[in-house]
């Protein structure tokens, strides 16, 4: 007999891609909750606090948790840190700050992870500047996730995206499902039309991280926290996104489903 070759990546099923959607949904929905109580005077710890009871008040469990040792259920990542920060009751927003919170869960087995950056109160125009450029740069990789093409297409048109802006090196998006971190890595720079090829059934987390400076990053004592070498501020955005047939189905986005 000879052995049928199995795919490289994990493949998933239209009910599959349903039931990743519900995961998406649950991470969506408890962004939004976390995005209505930033405020000057809230702590990391309060809002990983909320973000606990949202997803676990749906079913889910979150997937942060636990993950690695990791002691928290949401990254959040203030200024100058990019991704991986824990939240602590220590940590006050304060007016004019920058704060990424990265978010997973899952229900019935499957991952759901997206990102987002919000000001807490008033912010700088070039602070709002770069969000705007971040969620650019993660619409313009969604856009590019069509079947057919190639891995490196997506991170090419987020690298496109970025234009003035430092793009974090050594930090990637990855392959997602019935794990949270899976092959194949999405890196936020390449040439088009290199790496895998992109098929239906595929669930991707594209996640772009970007400075107003250097692209260089240190990793704190508490050996999670990543931050930018030049104390730069940083925005980072992720949606879990799977290719279909018809194109990008961004499974992390909030109702309806676009």
């Given at each position: 007999?000879?052995?049928?070759?199995?795919?490289?990546?994990?493949?998933?099923?239209?009910?599959?891609?349903?039931?990743?959607?519900?995961?998406?949904?649950?991470?969506?929905?408890?962004?939004?909750?976390?995005?209505?109580?930033?405020?000057?005077?809230?702590?990391?710890?309060?809002?990983?606090?909320?973000?606990?009871?949202?997803?676990?008040?749906?079913?889910?469990?979150?997937?942060?948790?636990?993950?690695?040792?990791?002691?928290?259920?949401?990254?959040?990542?203030?200024?100058?840190?990019?991704?991986?920060?824990?939240?602590?009751?220590?940590?006050?927003?304060?007016?004019?700050?920058?704060?990424?919170?990265?978010?997973?869960?899952?229900?019935?087995?499957?991952?759901?992870?997206?990102?987002?950056?919000?000001?807490?109160?008033?912010?700088?125009?070039?602070?709002?500047?770069?969000?705007?450029?971040?969620?650019?740069?993660?619409?313009?990789?969604?856009?590019?996730?069509?079947?057919?093409?190639?891995?490196?297409?997506?991170?090419?048109?987020?690298?496109?995206?970025?234009?003035?802006?430092?793009?974090?090196?050594?930090?990637?998006?990855?392959?997602?499902?019935?794990?949270?971190?899976?092959?194949?890595?999405?890196?936020?720079?390449?040439?088009?039309?290199?790496?895998?090829?992109?098929?239906?059934?595929?669930?991707?987390?594209?996640?772009?991280?970007?400075?107003?400076?250097?692209?260089?990053?240190?990793?704190?004592?508490d050996d999670w926290t990543v931050i930018t070498a030049d104390g730069s501020w940083a925005a980072h955005f992720e949606h879990t996104i799977a290719i279909t047939p018809e194109g990008p189905r961004i499974l992390t986005a909030p109702p309806p489903d676009p």
């Amino acid at each position: 007999m000879i052995a049928r070759r199995r795919p490289p990546f994990e493949l998933k099923t239209p009910a599959q891609l349903d039931l990743m959607r519900e995961a998406g949904l649950v991470v969506a929905r408890t962004l939004s909750v976390l995005a209505e109580a930033i405020a000057p005077g809230v702590t990391t710890a309060d809002l990983d606090k909320l973000a606990e009871a949202s997803i676990r008040s749906a079913g889910a469990v979150p997937s942060f948790l636990g993950y690695q040792g990791y002691p928290a259920t949401i990254c959040t990542s203030v200024n100058d840190e990019v991704v991986h920060a824990i939240p602590s009751p220590d940590r006050v927003l304060s007016e004019g700050d920058l704060i990424s919170i990265d978010c997973g869960a899952i229900m019935d087995g499957w991952h759901g992870d997206a990102a987002v950056t919000v000001g807490v109160g008033t912010i700088a125009d070039e602070h709002a500047r770069l969000i705007e450029a971040c969620e650019g740069a993660l619409r313009a990789g969604i856009g590019a996730a069509w079947p057919g093409g190639r891995l490196g297409d997506i991170s090419h048109a987020v690298e496109q995206a970025c234009s003035g802006y430092g793009v974090v090196l050594g930090y990637t998006g990855h392959g997602i499902g019935t794990a949270m971190h899976m092959d194949p890595a999405v890196p936020n720079y390449g040439r088009p039309g290199r790496g895998p090829r992109l098929v239906p059934g595929m669930a991707l987390a594209i996640e772009p991280m970007l400075t107003l400076g250097t692209r260089e990053t240190a990793v704190l004592a508490d050996d999670w926290t990543v931050i930018t070498a030049d104390g730069s501020w940083a925005a980072h955005f992720e949606h879990t996104i799977a290719i279909t047939p018809e194109g990008p189905r961004i499974l992390t986005a909030p109702p309806p489903d676009p």
